[in-house]
């Protein structure tokens, strides 16, 4: 059974950081794609980093230079360090293990149950 628990969302002004953490269980980080989904009211969930399970890292352009992912395999967790919030960064935020085309797609994925950012 697949279980993953998201924290570190809260609320934080403009020009902030936060550190989101997940934590697996019921998987194996060193064997499947992990990533970070977004989705603000009204709008599709998206993709905002993703991880391979050889340590690989993509993060779309929107928010390149900005936000980090990584992962501790010892500890079955993930992290994403997101620096320079803007308000447009306001959304939920899920994370998400074993999706399609390499975690850069929402069908199929395993997902936790989100943590709420939100930026003023």
């Known amino acids: 059974h697949v279980q993953l628990v998201e924290s570190g969302g809260g609320s934080v002004q403009a020009g902030g950081s936060l550190t989101l953490s997940c934590v697996a269980s019921?998987?194996?980080?060193?064997?499947?794609?992990m990533a970070w989904f977004h989705q603000a009211p009204g709008k599709e969930r998206e993709g905002v980093a993703a991880?391979?399970?050889?340590?690989?890292?993509s993060i779309p352009e929107s928010v390149e230079g900005r936000f980090t992912i990584s992962q501790d395999n010892a500890k079955n967790t993930m992290y994403l360090q997101m620096d320079s919030l803007t308000p447009e960064d306001t959304a939920m935020y899920y994370c998400?293990?074993?999706?399609?085309?390499?975690?850069?797609?929402?069908?199929?994925?395993?997902w936790g149950q989100g943590t709420q950012v939100t930026v003023s």
């Open positions: 991880i391979d399970s050889d340590g690989s890292t």
């Open positions: 019921g998987i194996t980080f060193e064997t499947l794609c």
């Open positions: 998400a293990a074993d999706c399609s085309r390499a975690c850069r797609s929402v069908v199929d994925c395993h």
